[in-house]
């Protein structure tokens, strides 16, 4: 039996160490959110009521992230873990960053990358925040308060951080020549 089946089997959500979540999230640049909604919501899906789609879950995670948070309130008060944050707060803090990260990007397209593209790229990357701080408490109902079970790094993990390696690279070296720091000509 895999590990994914048995993360399957056994808990209700996505056991992933806070480490390798924020890894993940920046180095894809913020992408790996969709799959941790995915994940979650895949998890999720024996215990819904209706027939739902993880997949288009995890794409439009911020028409999501409310009914998903309040699912892991529930569950958590069910099990006696006490949070000390509203996982609504936590949901609208991460919808309205990645929301205003986006509408604040759209403000650049007349330069190559200024002062906005700065703007919301850092609201993009501070919107994993409030996965962290979920991502506690999904840990502490799966037994698994430090996310041990999913803390090693695969190898497709490996591809796409070098894939955000490189993308990161270009973007601080945009970055820098917006700014004339370096001429890139």
């Known amino acids: 039996m895999e590990s994914s089946d048995i993360q399957a089997e056994e808990n209700p959500y996505f056991t992933v160490s806070t480490y390798k979540l924020s890894v993940m999230y920046i180095m894809t640049l913020g992408l ?47 099990k006696s873990i006490a949070t000390n944050y509203s996982h609504s707060l936590m949901a609208t803090v991460f919808v309205s960053l990645v929301v205003l990260g986006n509408i604040v990007g759209m403000f650049d397209q007349n330069e190559e990358f200024g002062i906005f593209s700065i703007i919301s790229f850092t609201l993009s990357m501070v919107a994993l925040y409030p996965l962290r701080v979920v991502q506690q408490t999904v840990n502490q109902i799966n037994n698994d308060p430090h996310g041990v079970f999913n803390d090693d790094m695969t190898i497709i993990n ?14 601080v070296v945009a970055a820098l020549a917006s700014f004339g720091i370096i001429n890139l000509a």
């Open 32 to 78: 790996y959110a969709v799959y941790w909604f995915y994940k979650n919501w895949k998890l999720q899906q024996p215990h819904v009521e209706k027939n739902i789609w993880p997949v288009w879950r995890g794409v439009f995670s911020i028409f999501f992230a409310h009914s998903l948070l309040e699912r892991v309130r529930i569950t958590a008060e069910s």
């Open 158 to 171: 490996n591809v796409f951080i070098v894939i955000g390696a490189v993308i990161w690279f270009f973007v």
